[in-house]
């Protein structure tokens, strides 16, 4: 890896608690959304996960990667369009979820949170500067987020099988894709519960929207996953290198005999071992899986997983140690943290 964003905590809000949001999050972190909506989240937390992140970037430059940073934008302020108002906006502190890469193309994602429609802002100067250096800025249509984006319905009943995410318009995270040379995964994501595909913040007609736009260079797979809240990708499946994969044993992939069949290597990832404390408002600890390889041969993981570092080292991986625990509260590992800009090597065929 040669270049990358790396994400920031100042002026992290918490979200209010929207349906899309609630349908995300665990239903025992409801009252603190129901309480902090709106509002900052608490500052020793915030200037602990800022520390780690700073130290992330020093380790990060200390192996020859360029760092970029976002802008720091104060999200706390409310705002309105003519087809949703909320209390304010969440954070630039997830790269992962807003930028995608591929090949000298950046892509703002049309996310399907109303608290980050305007998100985009925090990155404006580095994709600016990114299309000067000859970049191709693209930002897919801004989904509207009106009430016909999302159902209603969703939850009536306890298990229902339904996306919070309807059909209406487009909308994806970048951290639902996921990419090896010419082939993108990806998850729909944002359902209650399974039924046979699934996801949250991305729905079928986003997923469309990227196919038709990629054209015939790539080839994008729907995967789907026994997963109850599917967010995002990256806690999940995790991309190791050019056929391996690291798999989360609660949640497995429903289409693995096309990795096997292409001769790709599947290990599933031991328990975390992180404890409550600090508190974790926005995720599962399944964030020990949540990586990033510098190159096939070195990943920074986080220090006090132990069980997961043993898991690389014999799999022949150089484990770089940091620690996020403060980092983590806020919904995010090393992968979300970040987004991998330039990267050595050519484009290749993995299937
Ligand atoms: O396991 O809660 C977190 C993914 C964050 N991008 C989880 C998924």
């Known amino acids: 890896m040669q270049e990358v964003i790396v994400g920031?905590?100042?002026?992290a809000t918490v979200p209010k608690l929207t349906i899309e949001v609630q349908a995300c999050i665990e239903k025992e972190l409801w009252p603190f959304y129901r309480q902090f909506g709106g509002k900052p989240y608490q500052p020793d937390i915030l200037q602990k996960a800022a520390a780690e992140i700073e130290e992330l970037c020093r380790i990060l430059e200390g192996e020859g990667v360029t760092?970029?940073?976002?802008?720091?934008?104060?999200f706390s302020k409310d705002y309105k369009t003519p087809d949703f108002e909320v209390p304010s906006g969440m954070y630039a502190a997830m790269p992962r979820d807003i930028l995608m890469v591929v090949g000298n193309e950046i892509i703002e994602t049309p996310m399907a949170w109303r608290s980050r429609f305007f998100e985009y802002t925090a990155y404006r100067s580095l994709l600016k500067e990114y299309f000067k250096r000859g970049a191709k800025w693209t930002t897919p249509p801004k989904p509207q987020m009106g009430e016909q984006l999302y159902d209603n319905s969703f939850f009536k009943e306890e298990y229902n099988g339904k996306y919070i995410t309807t059909e209406f318009e487009p909308c994806f995270d970048a951290a639902d894709f996921m990419r090896a040379g010419k082939d993108l995964f990806v998850q729909r994501s944002h359902v209650y519960i399974l039924v046979e595909a699934h996801e949250i913040v991305t729905n079928m007609f986003g997923i469309q929207w990227m196919?038709?736009?990629?054209?015939?260079?790539?080839?994008?797979?729907?995967?789907?996953?026994?997963?109850?809240?599917?967010?995002?990708?990256?806690?999940?499946?995790?991309m190791i290198g050019p056929g391996l994969i690291i798999a989360n044993p609660d949640k497995p992939c429903h289409q693995l005999s096309m990795f096997e069949k292409a001769g790709w290597k599947i290990v599933e990832v031991p328990r975390s071992v992180v404890s409550d404390q600090p508190p974790w408002w926005m995720s599962s600890k399944w964030l020990s899986m949540n990586v990033l390889m510098l190159d096939p041969k070195r990943v920074l993981v986080s220090s006090i997983e132990i069980p997961t570092q043993k898991m690389f080292e014999k799999l022949g991986i150089e484990c770089i140690k940091v620690d996020m625990s403060y980092a983590n509260a806020l919904g995010g590992g090393f992968h979300c943290y970040t987004t991998d800009v330039r990267r050595r090597g050519t484009l290749e065929s993995y299937f």
């Open 211 to 238: 196919k038709r736009h990629l054209g015939d260079k790539y080839n994008i797979h729907v995967l789907s996953f026994d997963d109850k809240r599917p967010m995002h990708i990256d806690a999940t499946f995790t």
């Open 67 to 74: 760092v970029c940073r976002p802008d720091v934008v104060d």
């Open 8 to 11: 920031r905590v100042e002026g």
